[in-house]
């Protein structure tokens, strides 16, 4: 039942591709809808990577290989789940800091920084202006207080990137307010 291979010389040649392809990968060959997950995942750009990782994930994004994440991933080098773009290994943030690419963690003098697109820009303040509406008018003054204190230290190296630290010293703020409220209402009775 079993037959062995045999091992004469000249007796090993290899065939071709049983089914080779005629047409290469088309991947939009029905169009893509405005609305669906591909389009966004194209729309996505690509930054602070090195160029090989950079032509990785083009051609991840061609062939229609690229998956993103479903959740936060976490960064190597700070230990954070702050990573949200899909195949990096370390967040943009310590891959900037430390000069290394985010995708592969190798250093690199030519690695290109993520340049935030007008579409970023439109839905960052979107969701700010959102934000700023389920905020109480303590929270909101002391966001937008924050908000333009932070072009100044920006310049010491001490801002953040977004303004969600900002809004997390708010909460701090108010918690301790409320704290000493209490204390206070304690003392009074």
């Not at 991947?27 to 032509?55: F, N």
């Not at 800091?97 to 303040?125: F, L, N, Y």
Request: hydrophobic letters at 30%.
């Amino acid at each position: 039942p079993f037959k062995s291979m045999s091992t004469a010389k000249g007796n090993n040649k290899k065939k071709g591709q049983a089914h080779q392809n005629t047409v290469g990968f088309v991947p939009d060959k029905y169009g893509i809808a405005k609305d669906s997950m591909r389009a966004k995942q194209l729309a996505l750009p690509i930054g602070s990577v090195c160029p090989h990782c950079k032509d990785v994930l083009e051609w991840k994004k061609k062939f229609d290989k690229y998956k993103p994440l479903t959740a936060p991933a976490r960064c190597t080098i700070c230990q954070d789940k702050t990573i949200t773009h899909a195949y990096h290994i370390v967040c943009i943030p310590c891959g900037a800091a430390k000069g290394v690419c985010c995708k592969c963690g190798k250093p690199g003098e030519s690695i290109a920084p993520r340049v935030p697109t007008a579409k970023d820009e439109q839905q960052r303040s979107v969701e700010e202006a959102t934000l700023l509406e389920t905020m109480t008018e303590r929270q909101r003054r002391s966001y937008l207080r924050n908000k333009e204190k932070k072009p100044a230290k920006k310049k010491s190296g001490e801002g953040s990137e977004d303004g969600e630290a900002g809004l997390a010293a708010v909460a701090e703020e108010d918690s301790d307010s409320d704290v000493h409220e209490s204390d206070l209402d304690s003392l009074e009775d």
